[in-house]
């Protein structure tokens, strides 16, 4: 026999607007000419997967035309212009790090390398991005770095070292550099102002030619 009604109404104890739905439902699954394990079976999900036709024969392949073909190796041939990459069919946008090249670039360039009176002893630190991004098939490049170095002075057999921080070495604000400085152990007090207004005045312009010598190596990616 089929459940009353009444009685799958007496099961429900939700509340809200889901109390109309699943008496809905009740009432559907209750009122079904079918037998029980039936209706339950209908329900599972091996039902569906059992049920499906597969007697219908698979799609076959279809050969493109020469006029296909040469359409595909336009288009392929346009990505490559702009360097997408063949997955990004409609060269809509891509992004490309190049952090990994763009630190060993900057080690290179920098360590050892002097300045006037000043000489970069090592490269600390480097965080953020190097990247090349392909929006609607034409590249961009950019970088957007902090930068944490060491140094040394030596002038006239005085010698002073010291860090110097670029918080915001970017590659569209390389007019703009802040150089931030400590002498030794990490204290500005070592610093005369005469003396790092010197220091900065060597080693602003050397990382902001450096950085632009990247960025030039970027654009050629």
């Known amino acids: 026999m089929h459940e009353p009604v009444?009685?799958?109404c007496?099961?429900?104890?939700?509340?809200g607007g889901f109390?109309?739905?699943l008496f809905l439902q009740a009432c559907t699954f209750a009122s079904s000419p079918y037998p029980l394990e039936a209706r339950l079976h209908a329900t599972a999900y091996n039902y569906f997967a059992t049920s499906i036709d597969h007697s219908v024969p698979a799609a076959k392949p279809k050969l493109l035309s020469e006029a296909e073909?040469?359409?595909q190796q336009k288009l392929l041939s346009q990505q490559g212009q702009a360097g997408a990459s063949a997955w990004n069919y409609a060269g809509t946008f891509e992004e490309r790090s190049w952090m990994e090249m763009g630190k060993?670039?900057?080690?290179?360039?920098?360590?050892?390398?002097?300045?006037?009176?000043?000489?970069?002893?090592e490269l600390?630190?480097?965080t953020g991005s190097a990247n090349t991004w392909i929006v609607r098939g034409k590249r961009r490049h950019g970088f957007d770095f902090e930068i944490k170095l060491s140094?040394?002075?030596s002038d006239n057999?005085?010698?002073?070292?010291?860090?110097?921080?670029?918080?915001?070495?970017?590659s569209d604000e390389l007019d703009e550099l802040h150089c931030e400085l400590t002498g030794k152990n990490n204290e500005q007090s070592n610093l005369e102002p005469a003396l790092s207004k010197q220091i900065r005045g060597a080693l602003v312009p050397h990382l902001s030619r450096v950085l632009r010598e990247l960025l030039q190596e970027l654009q050629k990616k």
């Open 6 to 8: 009444s009685n799958c």
């Open 10 to 15: 007496k099961q429900l104890r939700c509340e």
């Open 19 to 21: 109390q109309l739905v």
């Open 69 to 71: 073909v040469a359409e």
């Open 104 to 121: 060993d670039f900057l080690k290179a360039a920098l360590v050892g390398s002097s300045c006037g009176p000043i000489t970069v002893k």
């Open 124 to 126: 600390q630190e480097i």
């Open 151 to 153: 140094w040394l002075y």
């Open 157 to 170: 057999g005085k010698e002073l070292q010291g860090v110097a921080s670029f918080p915001n070495a970017a």
